[in-house]
């Protein structure tokens, strides 16, 4: 018997495609992060916790204002490979993303970009880059009338915000002790970081 495929509404592709973002498409800033928070205890797993809830919410923000249905599936396909060839060069040679490091790569000559090339990039982009952005598009995704879309966004944006705000309110003095002594991490946040 042939399985009909798996469908999702545009707000749980969008969770879904943040989550992989905020977790597996950045593990060179989660490296970084817990070798920064050094001795795992309590309170720096409860720091991880409440940081990784706020880089959740930061990027499902910024994927549901671009989840409009035809550009979304695009949009998901284009982060999710170019996070996972971030996240190469700055796993695999400590490389920060900045504006100069953006502007490096587009005045790369060919010979240098093929020099860069490997196997292992290869694998690293096609299991954490390529094959989630081929499940977004193999996925269907199923969107509501413009106007119940709208609204879903909107409350999905104010929840992201108070998100937020919230674990910035509840975390202040722990964010900004740790941003002062590690203020080269935001680099490492991918898509943000490009």
Not at 45 to 73: D, E, Q
Request: aromatic share 14%; charged share 10%; proline share 3%.
């Amino acid at each position: 018997p042939h399985l009909p495929p798996v469908t999702l509404s545009s707000r749980t592709a969008v969770l879904c495609v943040a989550v992989f973002l905020a977790s597996l498409g950045n593990i060179a800033f989660w490296h970084a992060f817990s070798h920064a928070a050094g001795e795992l205890t309590l309170a720096r797993l409860t720091l991880m916790w409440a940081f990784g809830m706020v880089l959740l919410a930061v990027i499902n923000l910024l994927l549901s204002l671009l989840s409009f249905r035809y550009i979304f599936k695009g949009v998901a396909m284009f982060m999710l490979i170019t996070s996972a060839v971030a996240g190469y060069f700055m796993q695999t040679y400590g490389t920060l993303i900045d504006v100069t490091m953006v502007q490096n790569m587009m005045e790369t000559d060919t010979v240098e970009a093929f020099n860069l090339l490997s196997w292992r990039m290869l694998w690293h982009v096609l299991l954490l880059g390529v094959l989630p952005a081929w499940l977004v598009y193999r996925t269907p995704i199923v969107t509501q009338r413009w106007q119940r879309e709208l609204w879903t966004t909107g409350v999905t944006i104010v929840i992201c915000l108070s998100v937020i705000i919230v674990m910035a309110a509840a975390f202040y003095k722990s964010f900004v002790s740790f941003g002062r002594n590690n203020n080269q991490l935001h680099y490492l946040i991918s898509p943000i970081n490009y």
